[in-house]
């Protein structure tokens, strides 16, 4: 064992202390080069999903969109979700690009758009998951639905009410993106309004039900909700009836 010893120490003094420090170095690079390629490696995107006829056609009969209509929509959304990162998937940042052209620029109405839009919480959002979203802004969806998801919309904090501060930081977020100059006063003034007509229990929360009845009342509070071109959207992008290969 000492002469095992003794020969290893003996070997090591050939080498001059610059080449004992080239040896650290080598060995550092390698462990640092190895530990990159297993995460890129391990980060690796996925294959990106890949939608079969009976796909589309099962994702119709869930919408009121029809087989040609859906299969442009995942023309729309191929477009929407390889705009930063290729994966088949719509994230936040990509949507934020889409819509305010900048994916940095933090925007709490249209990030809440994106949650209500991420039905399986995962913090992405699959194809079937956006067709189902954009079929509640359908012309012909249902009330029910339209009222609900603006509900939730305003139920930031998912506790199945509405509340003051909720309602303060959603009209915030409105007149930050329209530009508008309003005082606090006036502020406050419309959160009472809509306290006053909607809170009819008086317990200072929003409830589905009371909800409900103020937006039956306040039928603009839904115009947003409706987007007319979804009626058919091969007419209202042309260039989508060109790439279509499916017949209804």
Not at 229 to 239: E, G, K, M, V, Y
């Amino acid at each position: 064992m000492d002469s095992t010893r003794s020969s290893l120490e003996k070997s090591s003094s050939y080498f001059s202390p610059s080449e004992r420090l080239c040896a650290v170095l080598k060995g550092i690079i390698e462990t640092v080069i190895f530990n990159f390629l297993g995460c890129f490696n391990f980060h690796r995107l996925p294959p990106k999903p890949h939608y079969s006829f009976n796909d589309l056609d099962r994702i119709a009969s869930t919408t009121l969109f029809s087989v040609n209509e859906v299969e442009a929509l995942l023309d729309l959304f191929k477009k929407l979700s390889s705009s930063i990162v290729d994966d088949g998937l719509l994230h936040r940042e990509e949507l934020r690009l889409a819509l305010l052209r900048t994916p940095a620029s933090k925007n709490l109405f249209l990030d809440r758009i994106f949650d209500l839009f991420d039905e399986k919480k995962n913090g992405a959002v699959d194809f079937e998951e956006f067709a189902h979203a954009l079929n509640i802004f359908h012309p012909r969806a249902s009330l029910e639905d339209k009222i609900d998801f603006a509900f939730r919309l305003y139920d930031l904090r998912e506790t199945g009410y509405i509340e003051r501060e909720e309602v303060r930081q959603m009209l915030n977020a409105i007149i930050l993106e329209s530009d508008l100059q309003l005082s606090e006063e006036y502020l406050e003034a419309i959160i009472d309004k809509t306290f006053a007509d909607a809170d009819i229990d008086e317990d200072g929360k929003i409830n589905r039900e009371e909800w409900k009845a103020f937006v039956v009342q306040n039928p603009t509070l839904l115009k947003h909700m409706t987007l007319p071109s979804l009626t058919d959207i091969t007419t209202a992008f042309p260039s989508f009836i060109f790439s279509t290969e499916v017949d209804d």
